[in-house]
């Protein structure tokens, strides 16, 4: 039994040395990286992004359920209060602060699946690269983009009344009323 092991094992070498003298002979593949760069996939998700509205104002209303379905806890949100004189988006609320940490981010695309105004994005542009733990760190300036143009940018001054209500109305529970 011993004897059969050992002869099943000397017969791999002529295997590996086969397959060792056949890639030998192709020639390699070297991808000039960043002058030459490979096709992605079409499910590649790449760099995150921070979506407006047509009006300029932000997607992200500061709710944070983005960093809550976030398997790698990459993602940190701090929201504050939006007011007539300073709107940053529709709703009450508005994210202050917004980063997420690309060196723990898998780009499982859970936070674009869990946020209710679509405001963050992955899309297959660009992969995210840096120097610095700091500079792999991206911020809500860095993530968001610029506003359409002819409009401005936030924080708007809007009239009183324009955001009293939800963005989303919800629909009445008993068809009766």
Known sequence: MAEASAISKLMRIPVGFATVLKTLLKKPVTVQYPDE??????????RHHLKRYENG??????????????PADAIYVEASENTNEQRFSPGERYSKTYEINMLRCIFCGYCEDACPTNAIVLEP???PTGYTREGMIYTKQMLLEAPPTGTPATPQVTQPGTFDR????????????
């Open 37 to 46: 760069q490979r096709p992605m996939s079409a499910r590649f998700r790449g």
């Open 57 to 70: 104002l932000e997607r992200c209303i500061g709710c944070a359920l983005c960093a809550a379905a976030c």
């Open 125 to 127: 542009i660009e992969f």
């Open 166 to 177: 939800p963005i989303i109305p919800f629909p009445a529970i008993d068809s009766s009323v």
